[in-house]
Antibody, heavy 118, light 108 residues
Framework: VQLGQSGTELKKPGASVKLSCTAS????????FHWVRQAPGQGLEWMGI???????SYAQSFQGRVNMTSDTSTSTVYMEVSNLRSEDTAVYYC?????????????WGQGTMVIVSS | SSELRQPPSVSVSPGQTARITCSGD??????AYWYRQKPGQAPQLLIY???ERPSGIPERISGSSSGTTVTLTISGVQAEDEADYYC???????????FGGGTKLTVL
């Protein structure tokens, strides 16, 4: 059971980045997937959640700038963040939660470092 | 907006009991979750639905809830317990998830 995330990204301000998170070892469609980020030396920040069967919910601070999608054929969820700024430099994690969403984020990806710098 | 408040740091000696609190109005209506994060690693789920332990989490780690405060208790603290601990819940109105600011547990 694991979530494998894509590698480090280096982007310029104003650019977009698309991160991937590939599930293995469990039934993809019986889980929802959160995206959580952590700026250097800071705490955890929830960004949103995607139901691979349809449906997303984004934190208010990211609405209009984040788009989460999924591909059930490859058991992969994606998150695209647009109009990047230096404050978006962070490690981005995906985490699964059972579809009833009450069991907590029980499996996490290893994280993807995104560096935004000119 | 909803907020979860944690003490920035807690220190205990090996073998003692560490208690980390998390306070917020939403906790009287929403479940709480606890995560541990060691340096350079992804968070790990310790407690879900206020008091439940996922498989593989030892019994010396427990959660409790009273009103608008939840508490993570670690008995018989070991050096390996030194980490950052985060509580998490959900905004009642929007169901957006929220995290506390985190507590650094230091084992003296």
């Amino acid at each position: 059971v694991q979530l494998g995330q894509s590698g480090t990204e280096l982007k310029k301000p104003g650019a977009s980045v698309k991160l991937s998170c590939t599930a293995s070892g469990f039934t993809f469609t019986t889980y929802f997937f959160h995206w959580v980020r952590q700026a250097p030396g800071q705490g955890l920040e929830w960004m949103g959640i995607i139901n691979p069967n349809g449906g997303t919910s984004y934190a208010q601070s990211f609405q209009g700038r984040v788009n989460m999608t999924s591909d059930t054929s490859t058991s992969t969820v994606y998150m695209e963040v647009s109009n990047l700024r230096s404050e978006d430099t962070a490690v981005y994690y995906c985490a699964r939660v059972y579809y009833d969403t009450t069991h907590g984020m029980d499996v996490w990806g290893q994280g993807t470092m995104v560096i935004v710098s000119s | 907006s909803s907020e979860l408040r944690q003490p920035p740091s807690v220190s205990v000696s090996p073998g003692q009991t560490a208690r980390i609190t998390c306070s917020g109005d939403v906790l009287s209506r929403q479940f709480a979750y606890w995560y541990r994060q060691k340096p350079g690693q992804a968070p790990q789920l310790l407690i879900y639905k206020d008091t439940e332990r996922p498989s593989g989490i030892p019994e010396r780690i427990s959660g409790s809830s009273s009103g608008t405060t939840v508490t993570l208790t670690i008995s018989g603290v070991q050096a390996e317990d030194e980490a950052d601990y985060y509580c998490q819940s959900a905004d009642s109105a929007t169901t957006y998830k929220i995290f506390g600011g985190g507590t650094k547990l230091t084992v003296l």
